[in-house]
């Protein structure tokens, strides 16, 4: 088994082209997924290329439409960054412990693509995509198309994700509700965003995304398409309504962290608490 | 075999090793640093707790790969500072310390947290720790001893 350290993005996209590798960046997933025993080495059962030290792939930025995190960004960093929306901080500022996040990338949080990922539940709602680069080009998918299942997202072999792009948006309204037997430092029982925005009494754009219900995060455009239009009045009348049109998507896969009907009755309560309080 | 380069402790090292193994273990078995400890091996505990480039992260949780070029600061390194000693009377005075393993820990929480945001409140100390278990002292005493440690090294942070 071979280990490569990639100090620039061609390089590592060339390794990438010869050789199939899984990718190590904070490697917070990784070193678990691979645990060994104390004193032994990780027990990677394939080549691995490190891209941790690519520093050109180490930035948040913006133009007048999109904000950019690279995928050598730390998840501290982007916590600490202004350009960074504020649903996203929130959420960062729930996921693990500031050592964890000095290590770890939100990138490695969407690779990973677990349905317990908190990042993914915000990335989801803010409509963000990832860019796919390997030596001959590159691709840019909407994030819900890039994430296939539980682990399982659309990177062919020779491919890497670079960086994430997130549309610049205003909301009147945002929430992020983690719940989790511990705040931060464990994986989610259940999660929810919520972005809202209304003018005029009037509800121009409602996102909803619940994590760790479904194999996927689940985010339906149609319900919320159904509803957008309405004013303020209307949608408190038509609550009861959504959480119908929700319930049949809240499908938990099982696992022993929580039991389907608890979960599925915390998160109809998520939306409505949101909804009641706009 | 490859090779990494990393400074630690303010020494420059190079060593020909695999860059599989976790940083834990190449700082506690190649330089006998044992003030970093193994607890849960999983990031949860911050009893491994290293300085890398001035700031806190687990060293079980970081492959040796990602520190070519970096700067590594252990317990014992960062004992020869004046921020380590006014830290580490301030857990004594306020009793921070009981069994002792998680301590070299929390003293690398403190100087992480600290070397931003040298005037913490309760919640930032909080969520500066929120990464260090600790079984014996319940965080009060913790907490008094990092807030001790802020107004007493006033000006060095
Ligand atoms: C103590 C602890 C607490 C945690 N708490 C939380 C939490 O609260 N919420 C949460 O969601 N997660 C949590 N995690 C999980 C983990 O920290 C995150 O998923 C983190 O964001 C992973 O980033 P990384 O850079 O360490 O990924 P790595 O471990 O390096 O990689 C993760 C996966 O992504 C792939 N990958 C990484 N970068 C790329 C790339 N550029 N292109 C293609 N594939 C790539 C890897 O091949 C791997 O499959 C926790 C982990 C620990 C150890
Ligand atoms: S041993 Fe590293 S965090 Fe517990
Ligand atoms: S003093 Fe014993 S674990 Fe903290």
Redesign the interface.
């Known amino acids: 088994m071979k280990s490569y350290i990639a100090k620039n993005l061609v390089n590592a996209l060339e390794v990438l082209n010869k050789d199939e590798c899984e990718i190590v960046a904070g490697g917070t997933d990784m070193l678990i997924q691979n645990r060994s025993h104390t004193g032994m080495s990780i027990g990677y059962k394939t080549n691995v290329l490190y891209i941790s030290l690519i520093k050109e792939l180490d930035y948040i930025k913006e133009d007048s439409h999109y904000i950019y995190i690279g995928a050598t960004t730390k998840l501290e960093s982007i916590l600490k960054n202004k350009i960074t929306p504020i649903i996203l901080k929130k959420i960062i500022h729930e996921m693990a412990s500031p050592a964890i996040r000095h290590t770890a990338t939100l990138i490695g949080n969407i690779a990973n693509a677990s349905p317990a990922g908190d990042s993914i539940v915000g990335l989801y709602a803010l409509n963000a995509k990832v860019r796919c680069q390997c030596i001959n080009g590159e691709r840019i998918v909407p994030l819900h198309k890039f994430i296939r299942g539980v682990r399982i997202i659309d990177l062919k072999f020779n491919e890497m994700i670079t960086e994430v792009i997130i549309p610049k948006n205003d909301f009147s309204s945002i929430a992020f509700k983690k719940v989790a037997p511990r705040k931060s430092d464990a994986i989610s029982k259940m999660s929810f965003v919520g972005l809202l925005k209304i003018e005029d009494d009037l509800l121009l754009d409602l996102r909803i995304a619940l994590g760790a219900v479904y194999i996927t995060v689940v985010r339906n455009k149609d319900i919320e398409s159904k509803y957008i239009g309405k004013n303020i009045k209307e949608l408190k009348e038509n609550i009861d309504n959504i959480l119908k049109d929700y319930e049949p998507l809240i499908k938990p896969i099982d696992d022993q962290r929580s039991n389907k009907e608890y979960r599925k009755k915390v998160a109809l309560n998520l939306i409505k608490d949101f909804l009641l309080n706009v | 075999m ?1 090779e990494i380069k990393f400074t630690l402790n303010g020494k420059k090292q190079i060593l020909n090793t ?5 940083l834990l ?1 190449v700082i506690r ?1 190649d330089f006998q640093l044992t003030g970093p400890k ?1 607890g849960c ?4 505990c ?1 009893a491994c ?1 290293v300085l ?1 480039n001035g ?4 060293s ?4 040796l ?2 520190v ?2 970096q700067d590594i600061v252990t317990i014992e390194g960062f004992s020869s500072t004046k921020q380590y000693h006014v830290i580490k009377e301030a857990f004594a005075k306020a009793g921070g310390v009981q069994c002792g393993f998680c301590t070299p820990g929390m003293i690398i ?1 403190t100087q ?2 600290l070397s931003e945001n040298p005037h913490p409140d309760d919640y930032e100390i909080k ?2 720790l ?3 278990l600790c079984r014996c002292t319940g965080y009060n005493l913790i907490i008094k001893a990092v807030k001790t440690a802020s107004k007493d090294g006033d000006g060095l942070w």
């Open positions: 490859t695999d860059p599989n193994r976790r273990d078995e193994e091996g999983e990031g949860e911050g707790a890398l700031q806190i992260v687990n079980c949780s970081v492959p790969a990602n070519d070029g929480a992480s947290l969520i500066g929120s990464g260090n």
